[in-house]
């Protein structure tokens, strides 16, 4: 009997556990996690520990284990990747999210394997020319991303448009440009979690919580804004681009909706049923001349390539994300 196989790096992290969960839905499809599970006491491993996965593979075994297996291989979900915007080695960011990304496509163009991958709206930089996700070379082109991380994920975009635009791409291949993506399984990344996380072991105790102050004279502390879009969608669009292999290019995904911090931490507040306390603490000098005051998705390209739901609403993602998980015992999903 055939067996059918996605294979997801990075399945057990954040958004790609969360992918993870959303394909193992399907009892006739087996779904392989590529990752590094490290530290147990960090509980990664329990982002994919209620889920029936395929097969684990290491990073450094991926593409023996593919060669091997690479007739199964319906399709290849690219989630792993440096993620920190403040990651100091240039190389370790480049060859993590351009140099492996690059192979991937590659190898699933040469085989004839469906290719879906994580881009970033870091992209965008700080947003002047908008968040439109105009796949034109003029248009990735002209993209000023601020830092290591976004270019390196602006520089992919390129190389898999152009790619594509050469006849020389998977049968499939898609890039999803996330906005700033919370919901269970982020408890492993620390600094790097969601503000919602972040800020939860306070609203939990009764305390109050910190958010930056404002460095700009138009806008007031706690008033920066986000495109904050829960990671049910992203699992979401995921199955919708599994099942819809007719869709191609690079689309944001996001809520397509900016809200700020402060309403971002009055929800998580009002699920937790406490009243609102908010302070402002400095930003850290080092983040002040790259730091983004407003990102906002433009979702028309996806809906109009035919996806079918609505994004979560900051309400009813925080609510279900604080009482469906942060408030419970077992806060993994």
Known sequence: MTRRIAFVTGGAGFIGSNIVARLAE????????????????????????????GDFVAPEAMFDWLEKRWRDVELVVH?????????????????????????????????????VYASSAATYGSGEQGFDDDNSYEALTALRPLNT?????????????????????PPQWVGLKFFNVYG??????????????QIWPKVREGHAVQLFKSYRKDVPDGGQTRD??????????????YENPQVNGIYNLGS??????????????EAAGRNAEIEYTPMPPAIRDKYQYFTEAKMDRLFQAGYPKPMTTLEDGIGDYVRGYLSQPDPYR
């Open 228 to 241: 904050f879009v829960y990671v049910r969608d992203a699992a979401d669009v995921s199955r919708w681009l």
């Open 79 to 115: 989630m792993a990747a440096v993620s920190s915007t403040t990651e100091p080695d240039a190389d370790k960011i480049i060859h993590s999210n351009f140099t492996l990304s690059r192979d991937l496509f590659r190898w699933c163009a040469d085989r004839q394997r469906r290719f």
């Open 256 to 269: 397509g909706k900016a809200r700020t911090f402060e309403e971002m931490a009055r929800q998580v507040f």
């Open 184 to 197: 269970p399984n982020e408890e492993h990344k620390h600094s790097m979690k969601s503000v919602a996380s």
């Open 149 to 169: 991380y976004g270019w390196s994920k602006a520089l992919f975009d390129l190389f898999a448009a152009r790619q594509a635009a050469r006849d020389y791409a």
């Open 26 to 53: 399907d009892p006739t499809l087996d779904v392989v996690v590529c990752d590094r599970l490290r530290e147990a006491e960090l509980g990664k491993w329990r982002n994919i520990a209620k889920h029936p996965i």
